[in-house]
Structure formats: structure tokens, C-alpha cells
């Protein structure tokens, strides 16, 4: 059974948003997979709009000149940009940083972002994984005075 050809709806911009890690690049490696740059690019010029959508408070160096985003959202939706002006910010108050700095859940590691600062602590002996060294972290401690800051 052959379906019939889906017509594209007219007036109305078509959009894919695509998760970075596990998706568009493999886990744990900063690289688009050759040729996937060029489809994208491809997809744009024929009217499809392009999003990321990322854990990560920014996307690696490069990959929004390989691909061309309309709109990009990082830090789980915390921040979102729609054609680089900036739609949507969240940030913590002096409060709520207190409570989650204050946790008390065993076995988890607090990563905070603000201002394109990475802050976690780091175990004794643990190697910072490519993406923490690139970020230069800081203590989660040193994001109280940041937050003063601001």
C-alpha cells in the first residue's frame, strides 16, 4: 500500500529541534558526524527551521557556525535564544542557590552554570572529564559570590 505524498503546510514554519548529546553528536564527543552539517544546511535553505535543544549551558565552540540554529535552547530550556536574542533566562535567587548548595543527597555531583562559569566540585583524584576542562571550573562554593554579583 503506497501512502500518498504529505503536502506541507503553507504559512506555517516547519521545525526540528534535535537534542545534542547521544543525538546529534555521539555521547562524549564534541564532533558532528561528517556530511551531517552540509543535510542540515541543506533543510534550512528549503524553509525548515533548526533548533538544539542541550543539558549543556552552551553548545561546544563551532557547532553553531557548522549548522545554521534559529533558535537554541541550553541549560534544560534555562536559557533560550531565538535568532541570538535572548527569549527566555532563568536564574536562581539568592534563596533558592542556598537550598540547592545546602543539599544533602548522597552520591550526587552539583554542576551550576551562570555567566558561562561552570562550578562543581570535583572529587580528590577524579579527572575532569574534556567538556569540565574546557569550562575551567570553579567551585560550587565561588557561585554564592557570583550570584552576589549580579
Do not use: W
Not at 561528517?34 to 549551558?57: I, W
Request: proline residues 10%; charged residues 25%; glycine residues 10%.
Amino acid at each position: 500500500m503506497t501512502r500518498p505524498a504529505r503536502e506541507r503546510p503553507s504559512g506555517l514554519p516547519l521545525l526540528l529541534a534535535f537534542d545534542f548529546d547521544g543525538t546529534l553528536v555521539p555521547d562524549g564527543h564534541p564532533e558532528l558526524p561528517p556530511g551531517l552539517p552540509e543535510v542540515l544546511r541543506r533543510l534550512s535553505e528549503r524553509g525548515v527551521k533548526l533548533a538544539a535543544v542541550t543539558g549543556r549551558d552552551r553548545l561546544p565552540p563551532g557547532i553553531e557556525d557548522a549548522i545554521p540554529f534559529d533558535g537554541v535552547a541550553t541549560q534544560n530550556g534555562g536559557h533560550v535564544e531565538v535568532g541570538g536574542e535572548v527569549k527566555h533566562a532563568l536564574y536562581f535567587t539568592a534563596e533558592e542557590l542556598e537550598a540547592v548548595l545546602a543539599h544533602s543527597m548522597q552520591g550526587v555531583r552539583l554542576m551550576m552554570f551562570s555567566a558561562g562559569q561552570m562550578y562543581v566540585d570535583l572529587p580528590e583524584g577524579e579527572v575532569p572529564t574534556t567538556q569540565q576542562l574546557a569550562r575551567n571550573p570553579r567551585p560550587t562554593a565561588e557561585a554564592r559570590r557570583a550570584a552576589c554579583r549580579r
